[in-house]
């Protein structure tokens, strides 16, 4: 089916809950995808943060291939050799006790606050007090099933399914006398993303996740971090609380960890589990045999290339190519991020919607978040010479769009 006739059938057929970009992809290789004419693309957006290790590599398929021709369901009612195997690896690196494994980062989520809420009963039970609210984030995102929604800021992804779970307040991201106000024995967790990411790569100040820290300390209340975006290598650390030094007693991980095999995982101390019990909590096909072996082998290949330190070193090169950017471009507001996470914020709206599309012209992927943040959550295999082709494009399009808006504005006192 060529283009045309999929976005006839699509508008169709689907639910029309996307935007598509006019582009039909048919393979990617390395950084690139292909599309159906055979052009290549520059990916930095990795499928939003998933394709971790780009395109075709070499230890994803063969993981899929070996785990395909053994075993692919079993359900977790049995054994397999995958979970135990992928939980220990994802709790050495974290530094947390247990793990939860579901299919995609909203599960993930879910699980977590099912699990903050099911805590704080056991607390009850004991005698300690604590209640079942919740404190979030303004300008978070945590996903889009009805507790994800409920914890997240937006209004536009909460309202419309309203009444949406009770018992949430938001806090003012890095306001400390905000979330001190705010704290109570009535609340069961503070919810963070330690780098909020479609609120427009805002990193959470050292400050303020100190203080969640010693207040959920202070009434057994869990600190439960989001890191369905940052986690698993993203900022060049496994876990971007690990740049703070604060664990968390909860954190929700998803996209890149099976490197674009469907997967989530709620990862825990062994404190904050005592709140499941067996049958409180589930899913048929969490932690399934196929995305288990290819976990491991994503891991693995993080571990033998020492990825950790590829994106550090190529997220710090592209960081400062973009700080240089900001320099020569007035409309350049601010340059933030960890990593291979960054965000370029532009001083208006329409402007970053432009430079966009402008750049997918020139069949580079990037996307706009929170209006006016250019974001970039490129595979970790990305490398110096695909920054510089990337920035150097921005750079073109910046100054081509600041020549058009002079001209206007000339033309516009010409005719005035
Ligand atoms: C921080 C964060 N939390 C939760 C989610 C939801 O993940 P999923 O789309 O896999 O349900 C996302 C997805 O973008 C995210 O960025």
């Known amino acids: 089916m060529k283009l045309a006739s999929i976005q006839a059938a699509e508008s169709k057929l689907l639910l029309q809950t996307y935007e598509r970009n006019p582009i039909l992809f048919v393979s990617g290789h390395d950084v690139y995808l292909r599309d159906e004419q055979g052009h290549d693309y520059l990916d930095l957006l990795s499928g939003i943060g998933v394709s971790a290790l780009g395109y075709s590599h070499p230890a994803i398929e063969e993981a899929i291939l070996r785990q395909s021709t053994r075993l692919l369901h079993t359900s977790n009612l049995f054994y397999h050799e995958g979970t135990a195997n992928l939980a220990l690896r994802l709790t050495e690196i974290s530094g947390l006790d247990r793990v939860f494994f579901c299919?995609?980062?909203?599960?993930?989520?879910?699980a977590a606050l099912k699990l903050a809420r099911s805590h704080a009963r056991v607390l009850s039970?004991?005698?300690?007090?604590?209640?079942?609210k919740f404190l979030a984030m303004e300008h978070s995102f945590h996903g889009r099933t009805m507790g994800a929604v409920a914890t997240t800021h937006k209004a536009k992804y909460r309202e419309p399914f309203g009444?949406?779970?009770?018992?949430?307040?938001?806090?003012?991201?890095n306001d400390v006398d905000d979330l001190r106000a705010k704290f109570s024995k009535d609340v069961c967790g503070i919810c963070i993303e330690p780098i909020q990411g479609e609120g427009g790569i805002?990193?959470?100040?050292?400050?303020?996740f100190a203080a969640a820290r010693e207040l959920c300390d202070s009434t057994g209340a869990l600190l439960i971090a989001d890191e369905i975006q940052s986690g698993l290598g993203r900022t060049g650390t496994w876990f971007a609380y690990q740049h703070y030094g604060i664990l968390p007693d909860i954190t929700a991980i998803a996209k890149p960890i099976a490197g674009g095999i469907p997967m989530g995982a709620m990862l825990c101390t062994d404190e904050a589990a005592l709140g499941?019990?067996?049958?409180?909590?589930?899913?048929t096909f969490g932690g399934g045999p196929l995305a288990c072996a290819v976990a491991i082998a994503v891991l693995d290949e993080?571990?033998?290339?020492?990825?950790l330190a590829h994106i550090r070193e190529v997220g710090d090169?592209?960081?400062?190519?973009?700080?240089?950017?900001a320099k020569r471009h007035d409309c350049v507001v601010d340059v933030r991020g960890m990593g291979l996470m960054l965000g370029l914020e532009l001083n208006s709206a329409d402007l970053a919607k432009q430079v966009a599309s402008q750049m997918m012209e020139r069949r580079i992927i990037i996307n706009r978040t929170s209006e006016t943040v250019l974001r970039f959550l490129p595979p970790y295999i990305l490398e110096r010479k695909h920054v510089e082709?990337?920035?150097?494009?921005?750079?073109?399009i910046l100054k081509d769009l600041a020549a058009y808006a002079g001209t206007a504005s000339v033309g516009e006192q010409a005719h005035g």
């Open 103 to 110: 299919n995609s980062g909203t599960e993930a989520w879910e």
């Open 125 to 132: 039970a004991k005698g300690q007090q604590i209640g079942t």
């Open 163 to 173: 009444p949406v779970m009770s018992g949430v307040e938001f806090v003012r991201f």
């Open 202 to 208: 805002h990193p959470v100040s050292q400050e303020f």
């Open 276 to 283: 499941f019990t067996p049958g409180q909590h589930g899913t």
């Open 302 to 307: 993080m571990q033998r290339e020492d990825m």
């Open 317 to 325: 090169f592209f960081k400062s190519k973009l700080q240089e950017l």
């Open 389 to 396: 082709d990337a920035v150097n494009a921005l750079d073109e």
